[in-house]
């Protein structure tokens, strides 16, 4: 069971003496490979625990770099070219049967899960999720370029359960060129007037250089954490670690392996993902890696480390990493709620038994696949290419299924008179009106348009935005300040600033309420205050006549709703701090939704009532009370939405012919614009009162 050097990509050995044994047993590596995947096991399960674990990943990379790198460039050295048919042929062989099966299975079971607006092949903007469009990626071995593009991340509201291909495709990307980094440093070498030893390491030393500075460049943009330019310095890192220890026979010191596993260990206790990743720190992991890959460091593990579990886990790692996410992200979605740590546990005890099924029925038998002949080449192309037509197709024929379900771009033969917010109550749909605004497949990206765009900031985000000013110069300034849940009404009031009544600025940030203390999550406080003492700076600087403002009130922290006194406090602490004089109009919070009304109203597109909130459920009552009584005592003017909102005992999803949500908890622009007859009092008697 012990691992061969080319396991890890069916790559060609590398040993210490440059020799090519049949059977060059490494423990370190699958001890290595032990770690790195039980790092990112621990970091998706539970990242409190293990806030770095997501290093595994990085690791993985330079064993790839050591394994199939190193075997590239022995082979093109060796010969001045590269077999890409035979080496594309084993890489297939050992990466795409198990994942393919992985695809296809995770599809499936996504679709039958989740309503057919989350598998629609079209009629969902590229923007948002959809699983046929996601596992169609992941076949093609181009998740990472997908998700970079649409600025996914593990932390999303809904997560892809497809997201942990971003690695694979990395991988592929690398494979690719790799071969041609073989065949131009061997061609470098070979025109090297005085062909020294110090030919190839100076080249490799002048290209992890380059890499180094091309990765911190590349980890500083959006997407940055799934740009193929950004990882390769880790793969080279692997190469080089091969490249010396084959032509120097460098054999690694206790103290040396002591070292790597150290800064290995350490990184993935320490260490957060930051929004810029890869970065300086991600050297530290490498160096960690590159020091246990030294040959010689197998005789040294011991204890844990050359146990049979750690050896197994080591032998299955690809199979564990290819089934720990989906089940994880199904499982939410079946739950309809994150897994508790016990179901966790539960979760991890399914992960192993499918994992030993696919090493054992998928993995190993497609690895084992003879590849010498034109026959068995023949064979074995076929035999690679089942499961992967078998997934495109089940990928395809889904998305395609829920793009012509009815449910989808569809609506009932009714249609619903225009909403008047200044009328209340609205009139409640007991259907999705054929004319309903948004439809309920785009209403996730029914956003305020801020202008300038990209106004509103994102919580992790650090750079400054603005000026974000709009309407005429003459007309009194009007300061919108909070969280998301502000911003949701920038439409109302931008457009009385179309009207010309106000001329408004705005300062958003999501997941930074602007009560003091009150975050999406507690590590963000610092981000977050200082957000705050940034923005407050401004507004003062600003002297707006009226300033608009609000703040989701269901945050929770560690799996606990935030408490009506912390709010209260984040409130005094605001009114403390915010220019005397300037009457502030609160807005009352809105309801929230166990699910996205949009896709519940997918699924129930004749009968919408199900996806209504009672309203004795749709608010946290006692926070809204609480809060909306400190802010009068403060003389903010309330604005309450409740019953705008809500009827006496419901608060639906449709009002008129308009969808109320985007999400969960938050408005559609729709909705926010159309509310400005509902806004505009309010700000009015707030001008007013600054005058008088």
């Given at each position: 069971m012990r691992a061969r050097l080319a396991d890890f990509a069916g790559a060609d050995p590398i040993v210490e003496n440059g020799s090519t044994p049949a059977r060059a047993s490494r423990r370190d590596i699958q001890a290595l490979r032990a770690f790195a995947v039980l790092a990112v096991i621990g970091y998706h399960y539970w990242p409190e625990l293990l806030p770095g674990g997501f290093i595994g990943v990085d690791v993985f990379f330079v064993i790839s770099g050591y394994l199939v790198g190193g075997a590239l460039m022995r082979e093109a050295s060796r010969t001045g070219r590269v077999d890409m048919r035979g080496f594309m042929l084993r890489r297939a062989r050992r990466i795409l049967p198990a994942a393919m099966v992985v695809i296809a299975v995770t599809v499936v079971g996504a679709s039958l899960l989740s309503s057919p607006v989350r598998s629609a092949l079209w009629k969902v903007p590229w923007s948002e999720g959809s699983y046929s469009r996601e596992a169609l990626a992941a076949v093609a071995q181009v998740s990472n370029l997908l998700f970079a593009g649409r600025h996914v991340d593990y932390d999303s509201a809904v997560p892809s359960p497809f997201l942990h291909f971003w690695s694979l495709g990395v991988e592929t990307q690398f494979y690719l060129l790799m071969p041609l980094v073989a065949v131009?440093?061997?061609a470098a070498v070979a025109r090297a007037s005085n062909r020294s030893e110090l030919v190839e390491p100076l080249v490799l030393a002048a290209l992890s250089?380059?890499?180094?500075d091309l990765m911190l460049v590349v980890g500083g943009t959006d997407g940055g954490f799934y740009n193929p330019l950004g990882r390769l310095a880790e793969f080279v890192a692997g190469v080089v670690v091969a490249r010396v220890a084959w032509r120097y026979r460098t054999r690694a010191s206790t103290?040396?392996?002591?070292?790597?596993?150290?800064?290995?260990?350490a990184t993935s206790f320490l260490v957060a993902l930051s929004q810029h990743w890869p970065s300086f720190v991600t050297l530290l992991p490498v160096v960690g890696a590159m020091a246990v890959l030294l040959p010689g460091s197998a005789l040294r593990v011991a204890g844990l480390g050359r146990s049979s579990l750690v050896?197994?886990?080591?032998?299955?790692?690809?199979?564990?990493?290819?089934?720990?996410?989906?089940?994880?992200?199904?499982?939410?979605?079946?739950?309809?709620?994150?897994?508790?740590?016990?179901?966790?546990?539960?979760?991890?005890?399914?992960?192993a038994v499918l994992a030993e099924a696919l090493y054992r029925y998928v993995e190993q038998p497609a690895r084992r696949l003879p590849?010498?002949?034109?026959?068995?080449?023949?064979?074995?192309?076929?035999?690679?290419?089942?499961?992967?037509?078998?997934?495109?197709?089940?990928?395809?024929?889904?998305?395609?299924?829920?793009?012509?379900?009815?449910?989808?771009?569809?609506?009932?033969?009714e249609r619903y008179a225009p909403i008047d917010l200044?009328?209340?109550?609205?009139?409640?749909?007991?259907?999705?009106?054929?004319n309903v605004r948004p439809a309920p497949e785009v209403a996730s990206v029914d956003l305020p348009a801020f202008s300038p765009p990209h106004c509103h900031e994102t919580s992790g985000q650090d750079e400054r935005?603005?000026?974000?000013?709009?309407?005429?110069?003459?007309?009194?300034?009007?300061?919108?300040?909070?969280?998301?849940?502000?911003?949701?009404?920038?439409?109302?009031?931008?457009?009385?600033?179309?009207?010309?009544?106000?001329?408004?600025?705005?300062?958003?940030?999501g997941g930074c309420s602007p009560l003091a203390g009150i975050t999406a999550d507690d590590s963000l406080s610092g981000r977050c205050l200082e957000w705050l003492e940034w923005s407050l700076a401004q507004i003062v600087s600003s002297e707006p006549a009226a300033i608009v403002s609000t703040s989701k009130l269901s945050y929770h922290w560690d799996d606990s709703e935030v408490s009506p006194e912390a709010y209260v406090d984040g409130l005094d602490w605001l009114?403390?701090?915010?220019?005397?004089?300037?009457?502030?109009?609160?807005?009352?919070?809105?309801?929230?939704?166990?699910?996205?009304?949009?896709?519940?109203?997918?699924?129930?597109?004749?009968e919408v009532e199900p996806c209504n909130v009672p309203r004795l459920e749709a608010f946290p009552h006692e926070v809204q009370a609480d809060v909306n009584h400190a802010a009068r005592e403060r003389g903010f003017g309330v604005l309450d939405m409740t019953d705008l909102f809500c009827t006496e005992s419901s608060c639906p999803i449709i009002l008129g012919d308009i969808l109320v949500y985007r999400d969960d908890d938050h408005v559609t622009a729709t909705f926010a614009e159309a509310s400005a007859p509902v806004v505009e009092p309010a700000v009015l008697a707030a001008l007013e009162a600054q005058r008088g």
């Open positions: 131009g440093v061997a250089i380059g890499l180094i103290a040396v392996v002591a070292l790597g596993w150290s800064l290995l260990f050896q197994g886990c080591g032998d299955r790692s690809y199979s564990l990493y290819l089934v720990h996410w989906p089940l994880l992200v199904l499982a939410g979605i079946l739950l309809d709620r994150e897994p508790s740590n016990l179901e966790r546990i539960v979760i991890l005890a399914i992960v590849i010498e002949s034109v026959n068995d080449r023949r064979r074995a192309v076929l035999r690679i290419a089942f499961p992967t037509v078998v997934a495109f197709s089940s990928a395809l024929a889904i998305g395609i299924a829920s793009s012509l379900s009815p449910t989808v771009g569809s609506q009932v033969a200044a009328e209340l109550p609205g009139q409640v749909a007991t259907s999705v009106p054929v935005t603005g000026p974000c000013i709009v309407g005429d110069e003459g007309a009194p300034l009007v300061v919108l300040w909070g969280d998301s849940h502000a911003a949701q009404w920038y439409p109302a009031l931008a457009l009385m600033a179309d009207q010309g009544t106000i001329r408004l600025e705005s300062y958003t940030k009114g403390r701090r915010l220019p005397a004089g300037v009457p502030v109009v609160w807005i009352s919070d809105n309801p929230r939704f166990p699910e996205s009304p949009g896709e519940c109203a997918v699924r129930h597109i004749h």
